[in-house]
């Protein structure tokens, strides 16, 4: 009998739920029998992606932004008790979910309870420094204190000098069992003719996602090339609406997200971890709008900025002209980097 093995992303947008599609694929291509387990708009996306896996429903963190960048932190904390009960719900349905599914082995991307001691337990992230200002040692302090909880801590980066997430996933002293597994990406890199000057690519808890998604449909009504939009609403049917010169999708399946952003010359998008891994995969040149207040977001944008790779500004200065910065950037480019999933799966 296959082993199962629990699959577990946080549903804080879309980026923690797309960079488990590949590990999902390779746990089967492995001979284990991955089982979903999210709640939301992540394992929604999960069950159109694996329509033939077994879907867990997980309670929810219901993280959502302030309206006002400047008070996302002070929002965090006021919702910090909810978090906590969550994270302890999700503590007891993972206590069930192991005996009545016959769990060998857990994944868990960011979810904070999803860990049993009965079984081998891994935590996916990026973030082995949480970045909150001037509380950047508490949030990190407090991180590390569940992280501890599980066997091993995958950080999906190179270990190298020559890395994406910068000092957010490479610390001097870290207490806890890490393997350095390389960027995450659902997507493969075509070379396709240019069918679109410009792709929009939107996700992201609201109401910023809204924020955004209506800032730009405005400043583009004056934008003269191609340009598709996805809104990253995950719904039950996808709908695609024509205005003028641009093509507004809800969403879009894995499959035409990677044909799309192969196919278009610049990608507009927010600085989430991994839309930067998809974009670096794809090598794609890029304009990165971070959500306001997100500590971790500004950190990379701001980061790959000074790199000379990928220009960004904050959303409320955000203008049409801006764009013409992109030709000054590099741009991402991929790792040569290959993951040895046979090894990391042992723990199983």
Known sequence: MKKRI??????????????????IKTLSANGFD???????VALSLLK????????????????????????????????????????????????????TYNISGIISDNRLGVYNKAVPSVFITHQLKVLSGSTT???????????KKFNVCWVPDTSDNLNLSGKLGHVDAFEIPTEYIGPLSRFEKKEVPFKNDLMVLLSG????????????????????????????????KQTKKQFGNITVYNFMTSELLEQTINESA?????????????????SKKAFFIPTPG?????????????????????????????????ANFKGLTAF???ADFKSLFNLF
């Open 6 to 23: 629990l699959v577990a992303p946080l549903n804080w947008g879309l980026g923690h739920a797309t960079r488990c599609i590949p590990i």
């Open 34 to 40: 991955p089982i979903i387990a999210s709640d939301g």
């Open 48 to 99: 159109k992606e694996f329509p033939e896996l077994t879907h867990i429903e997980l309670p929810s963190y219901n993280v959502t932004y302030a309206k006002n960048g400047k008070f996302f932190k002070l929002k965090l904390l006021k919702d910090s008790p909810r978090l906590l009960q969550a994270i302890y719900n999700e503590k007891k349905a993972i206590e069930s979910i192991v005996k």
């Open 137 to 147: 040692w508490l949030s990190t302090k407090m991180h590390e204190k569940f992280i």
């Open 205 to 236: 808890p609201e109401p910023q996602r809204t924020l955004l998604e209506d800032k730009l449909l405005y400043e583009l009504k004056s934008y003269k090339g191609k340009v598709v939009f996805v809104k990253g609403l995950m719904q039950p």
């Open 266 to 282: 610049l990608v507009i998008s927010r600085s989430g971890y991994t839309t930067v891994m998809d974009l670096a995969k794809l």
């Open 294 to 326: 997100q500590f971790e977001q500004e950190y990379l944008a701001n980061r790959l900025t000074e790199e000379g790779l990928v220009p960004s500004c904050k959303q409320e200065k955000f203008t049409l002209d801006k764009l013409e910065t992109i």
């Open 336 to 338: 040569d980097f290959e």
